[in-house]
Each structure stands twice: as C-alpha cells, then as structure tokens.
C-alpha cells in the first residue's frame, strides 16, 4: 500500500537548521509531487512548499520562502525538508503529503506520520 | 487570499448525523477536500472534489458543494469519528485549509 515513513523528532536551538525525510513506498515515486505542510500545535495545517518528483522543480509559500528547501532523492524514493534560520515558533508537527490531481484542483494522500520539531533555547 | 471558515466545534449524540460546513466565496466554483485528524494522528482523506470516498472511508461519509457552503455529512455518527476536521482548497497555486472544526461525539 501507498506509505510514507518520515524521519524522527528533532530538538533545534535557535538558529540551527532542521532536516526531515519522508521515505516513499507502495507507488511510481516519480509520478506524484510532494508536499510539505507544518502544523502549530492546536492550528490548521499550512503548506510549506512542493517539489515536482520528476524534475525537481520547487515551489515554496510566501510564508516560508527563503528559508525552507524540498530536494528528492529518486534512487532512494526520498523527499527531503530543510527549514533553517530556526526560530521558537517554528516548533510544531512537520508532514510530506502525496498530490492527488491536478496541481490547483488536487488533495492529498496520504500523509506521512509527521515529525516533531522542537525548536528551544 | 482567499478564506475559508469552519465552525470551531460542532457536537453529535452517537448514532445522529452531522454536518460540518466549511465556508468561501463562490466555493461553489472549486474543489473542495476534506480531512480527519484523530488526536496524535497525521490527517486522512475521507472526501475528494466535494462529494468522493476514497476506498476505504465508510458510505456514512458524503461531501456536497453548493455557492457558498461545502458540506461534510456524518451518517450514523460513531465514537470513533470523534476528530478536528479540514477542509482544503486551492487559490491559485497556493494549498489553503480551513479553521478546522472539533466533532464530539456526545
């Protein structure tokens, strides 16, 4: 079945950079993009940015632009999130989720488990 | 940038049907998705392009869309759907979720 397996919690200080993974299985890697989504604790899910699996095009959210990258890893069936300049308020619930549909009209499934980034001093 | 507005929480008797709505301009006009976030879980689609099951998601489950008001429907409510629910839409190229809307499961 389709699954994606993320990588585990991460505790960053201030400043630092944080890296997770989300490992695909069950589907044609290349077939679907993957989102990035964060979720403060108690708040709706926002999206981060997306990267075409094929080709590696990226596209980010205002929100989070200049900080975070989404690169793949095709060989390994792996997306991966880097959001740096870290600060208290980027701590929260980080998910990859496959694109279903037509960019603009799509959803997505499924999502990854999430990972726990706990950004303190 | 375009709004999208739930309730903050809506309350059922076990075995009664809700209905959870999810509010933009002109919605009517767009897909809309719909998810569940059980508490400590990532969330799971349960309704595509306003009225679709994916497998898997029992038939109490049913979307419709109309101006604007989209509309998730609970059938036969169960303990188990006690959940935040999300709608989703897209402005442009941008992803936008609602508010979210917490069912409890009287």
């Known amino acids: 079945q389709v699954q994606l397996v993320q990588s585990e919690a991460e505790v960053k200080k201030p400043g630092a950079s944080a890296k997770v993974s989300c490992k695909a299985s069950?589907?044609?890697?290349?077939?679907?993009?993957m989102y990035w989504m964060w979720q403060a604790p108690g708040q709706r899910p926002e999206w981060m940015g997306r990267i075409n699996v094929a080709n590696g095009d990226t596209k980010y959210s205002e929100k989070f632009q200049g900080r975070v990258t989404i690169t793949r890893d095709i060989s390994a069936n792996t997306v991966f999130m880097e959001l740096s300049s870290l600060r208290l308020e980027d701590t929260g619930l980080y998910y990859c989720?496959?694109?279903?549909?037509?960019?603009?009209?799509?959803?997505?499934?499924?999502w990854g488990q999430g990972t726990q980034v706990i950004v303190s001093s | 940038s375009y709004d999208l507005t739930q309730p903050l929480s809506v309350s059922v008797a076990l075995g009664q049907a809700a209905r959870l709505t999810c509010g933009g301009q002109?919605?009517?006009?767009?897909?809309v998705h719909w998810y569940r976030q059980r508490p400590g879980q990532a969330p799971v689609l349960v309704i595509y392009?306003?009225?679709n099951r994916p497998s898997g998601i029992p038939e109490r489950f049913s979307g419709s869309n109309s101006e604007n008001t989209a509309t998730l429907t609970l059938n036969s409510v169960q303990a188990g759907d006690e959940a935040d629910y999300y709608c989703?839409?897209?402005?442009?190229?941008?992803?936008?979720f609602g508010g979210g809307t917490k069912l409890t499961v009287l």
């Open positions: 989703q839409v897209w402005d442009g190229t941008a992803v936008v």
């Open positions: 002109a919605i009517t006009y767009k897909s």
């Open positions: 069950g589907y044609t890697f290349s077939g679907h993009a």
């Open positions: 989720a496959r694109s279903v549909g037509a960019t603009g009209e799509g959803w997505f499934d499924p």
């Open positions: 392009r306003d009225t």
